[in-house]
């Protein structure tokens, strides 16, 4: 049974495909004899006017992909003004590529640095410990290093240059993050400003024809509606990539202040067995 629906589904798909191929055919050869004027006046007074039209824009659109559709759009909205718009959209990808690359490399297994950590303090191997934190890339690492580097003294101090040295490596993860939200502001007001100058491109075309005729108005109209979706769509694209970064950084804000607190413990577990 399932083979027989299969067969009749494919059947028919290919019936569809055919009768297209056919209606796409007939189209170009209908097409094909328009440069000839009495060919034309018969195909038109057998099909009418608005079908001929039809075939036309058919055979127009017919082999524009969606590459060109956009380009032919970019080009509608002012290419000059547009420039800018992607200028926004290039360099705010390049920000959030480079943040995105630096985050991922900054993640590593936090339980395993700290495990490791952990047998060296228990052999009293400070040196050793530190050489862990050295040989391991990432934030987490540097912070354990710089608590390491205390283990000898107080607690408050441990604590403090742990704190200290944590603000630091959070700015570092912070880094370029306002130049993205710049981006993500200017790429819609870029859009607006389009706006405005479509309207006044409309309105200057009104005051010279001294008419308000649909076809008057409609490339300034045009103009201004193209830069407000490509401003919107660069500043959508964005703010995905920005919110992506943004969990990246917050998960790995929560893992230096898990490691911190735990490297605190492992550090007073020492210092207990010392009597200190």
Not at 22 to 33: C, F, H, K, N, Y
Not at 102 to 107: R, V
Request: charged share 20%.
């Amino acid at each position: 049974m399932g083979l027989t629906v299969f067969g009749q589904a494919a059947s028919a798909q290919e019936d569809s495909t055919t009768t297209a191929t056919v209606e796409m055919t007939a189209a170009d050869s209908l097409l094909a004899g328009v440069d000839n004027a009495s060919s034309s006046t018969a195909i038109e007074e057998l099909i009418g006017e608005e079908d001929m039209e039809s075939l036309r824009m058919m055979a127009q659109d017919d082999g524009m992909g969606l590459h060109e559709q956009l380009k032919t759009k970019f080009v509608e909205g002012s290419a000059g003004f547009m420039s800018l718009v992607a200028l926004a959209l290039v360099i705010g990808l390049a920000l959030c590529i480079e943040r995105i690359i630096y985050l991922t490399l900054s993640e590593i297994n936090a339980k395993k640095l700290l495990a490791d950590i952990e047998k060296k303090m228990e052999t009293d191997d400070v040196e050793g410990a530190k050489a862990i934190c050295r040989d391991t890339r990432g934030p987490v690492a540097s912070i354990c290093y710089q608590g390491l580097m205390y283990a000898d003294q107080d607690m408050a101090t441990v604590e403090r240059g742990i704190v200290s040295y944590g603000t630091v490596q959070s700015g570092n993860l912070e880094k370029g993050c306002s130049w993205i939200r710049l981006m993500i502001a200017i790429a819609p007001s870029l859009g607006f400003l389009g706006t405005v100058i479509g309207m006044v491109m409309a309105f200057d075309q009104i005051q010279e024809a001294g008419d308000i005729g649909p076809a008057i108005v409609a490339e300034g109209m045009k103009v201004a509606l193209i830069t407000t979706i490509f401003g919107i769509i660069v500043a959508l694209v964005l703010q995905i990539f920005y919110n992506y970064i943004l969990s990246k950084i917050e998960r790995l804000t929560t893992q230096m202040e898990e490691s911190a607190i735990t490297l605190l413990d492992i550090i007073m577990k020492r210092k207990l067995r010392q009597g200190k």
